[in-house]
């Protein structure tokens, strides 16, 4: 866009263009920072998870304990159950509130994938929430 100032003889001729190679450099470098980032953003590391130091919680008055023993069996309370009725026996054990908190508890020799093959059991049943209980761990205070 040209601008005339004057009609007095002078060709002044003002050019008002905005300058975006500084504006393509940023995003230049802005694109290389988030094409580097990304892949290190998705890396599985293997880790071992450590005790917990969060507060502790109150506790209802009549808790659902959920436990998954070390030999994947399960058990509400102090009662064993069958995996196949296990909605059923949550049902029964919760008065039929699914909004209410489940307390699960795993063994250690128990392997992760265990532990959400129940928590996809307790989601299809209607529960969602759910605690995980784990010891406190006393040293890390």
Known sequence: MAIRLG??????????????????DVILVLLII??????????????????????RQERPDNP?????????????GDDPVPRDALAAALETASHGKRDERIFLRADRAVTYGDVMEVMNVLRSAGYLKVALVGLEDREAK
């Open 7 to 24: 009609h007095d003889g002078d060709d002044f001729a003002e050019t008002h263009e905005i300058n975006v190679t500084p504006f393509i």
């Open 64 to 76: 659902v304990f959920l436990t998954i023993k070390a030999d994947r069996t399960l058990a509400i």
């Open 34 to 55: 988030f094409m580097i980032a990304a892949p290190l953003a998705t890396v599985d590391v293997p880790v071992e998870l450590p005790g917990t130091t969060a507060q």
